[in-house]
């Protein structure tokens, strides 16, 4: 069964860093492209981030460029996201994701891990 | 970035159809190839592959849920309708990868 375990959340301060991590199992981990897409209370969808298979290849969202940094570890079958300077508008559940190919559906989620930004 | 917009709500008798419509402000086929996929997303849980390619149905799914369209204009259809299936789905197309983009969300209410 494939699994998708998010964890790391919590309350955070406007301006400092926060490390989500996503556990995969159930799956050959590095035969995916994997990401991160984050839902505001209330609101939608949001991508936020991607990192190929060997990741070799690694996009952001314009609202997170240069703030988040995507990773991941094959061996320990373990996706990161570091997220600096965090902003109110960060605020969201963080999902993390996996793709087959470039342009396939996300076919498994995880439950979601809540990061709040709020002095 | 590709804009997808979809009707914020849609009130449906259960046993009856719901058509629930996504336009895109760009075309999302290729080689023809729709990039469009449909998710369903019940409260307090994560979203859920329904339709991938426009109209390839996730594994899993039941038959009720169909997809169609091609281009800018496309459709998720639950035929009947279910109270299982009350739920908020979201369109996504993945043409313009990786800047992927979601519909704001269509919730399916009972009327």
């Known amino acids: 069964e494939v699994q998708l375990v998010e964890s790391g959340g919590g309350l955070v301060q406007p301006g400092r860093s926060l490390k989500l991590s996503c556990l995969a199992s159930g799956f050959t981990f590095s035969n995916y492209g994997m990401n991160w897409i984050r839902q505001a209370p209330g609101k939608g969808l949001e991508w936020v981030a991607s990192?190929?298979?060997?990741?070799?290849?690694?996009y952001y969202a314009d609202t997170v460029k240069g703030r988040f940094t995507i990773s991941r570890d094959n061996a320990k079958n373990t996706l990161y996201l570091q997220m600096t300077s965090l902003r109110s508008e960060d605020t969201a559940l963080y999902y993390c994701?996996?793709?087959?190919?470039?342009?396939?559906?996300?076919?498994?989620w995880g439950q979601g891990v809540m990061v709040t930004v709020s002095s | 970035d590709i804009v997808l917009t979809q009707s914020p709500a849609l009130a449906v008798s259960l046993e009856q159809r719901a058509t629930i419509s996504c336009k895109t402000s760009q075309n999302v086929d290729n080689y023809g190839i729709s990039y469009m996929h449909w998710y369903q997303q019940k409260p307090g849980q994560q979203p859920k592959l329904l339709i991938y390619e426009g109209s390839n149905l996730a594994s899993g799914i039941p038959a009720r849920f169909s997809g169609s369209g091609s281009g800018t204009d496309f459709t998720l259809t639950i035929d009947p309708v279910e109270a299982d299936d009350i739920a908020t789905y979201y369109c996504q197309q993945s043409k313009d990868y990786p800047m992927d983009t979601f519909g704001a969300g269509t919730k399916l209410e009972l009327k």
């Open positions: 990192i190929s298979s060997s990741s070799s290849y690694i």
């Open positions: 994701a996996r793709r087959l190919r470039r342009v396939s559906p996300f076919d498994y």
